[in-house]
């Protein structure tokens, strides 16, 4: 099993930054991907951007490229700790964000809780 444990997210006016984290422990050797969702009222989950716990190789949906980035912490020998630094945030940001955690072998999506991300105009 994974754990996953979340922090940051929050009110923020648009053009501004917010930055969440994700920590992941347990299982963590299994893992060969971590990254992040968004799911807005009425819309259907989406990959917002992921990155490959070994070589660190990064994917970004379209519509955050440029403002985004992905970045992990594999330093600890017991969690890994996926950050999102989110920079000029719209309004259309404005989701509930999951990490996600992804193992190869079994084949299992683990989800954190979930954290608000709200863009005021």
């Known amino acids: 099993q994974v754990q996953l444990v979340e922090s940051g997210g929050g009110l923020v006016q648009s053009g501004g930054s917010l930055r969440l984290s994700c920590a992941a422990s347990?299982?963590?050797?299994?893992?060969?991907?971590m990254g992040w969702y968004r799911q807005a009222p009425g819309k259907q989950r989406e990959l917002v951007a992921l990155i490959t716990t070994s070589a660190g190789d990064t994917d970004y949906a379209d519509s955050v490229k440029g403002r985004f980035t992905i970045s992990r912490d594999n330093a600890k020998e017991t969690e890994n700790t996926v950050y999102l630094q989110m920079n000029s945030l719209k309004p259309e940001d404005t989701a509930v964000y999951y990490c996600?955690?992804?193992?190869?072998?079994?084949?299992?999506?683990?989800w954190g809780q979930g954290t608000q991300v709200t863009v005021s105009s």
């Open positions: 347990g299982r963590i050797f299994s893992l060969n991907a």
């Open positions: 996600n955690a992804r193992s190869m072998w079994p084949p299992v999506d683990y």
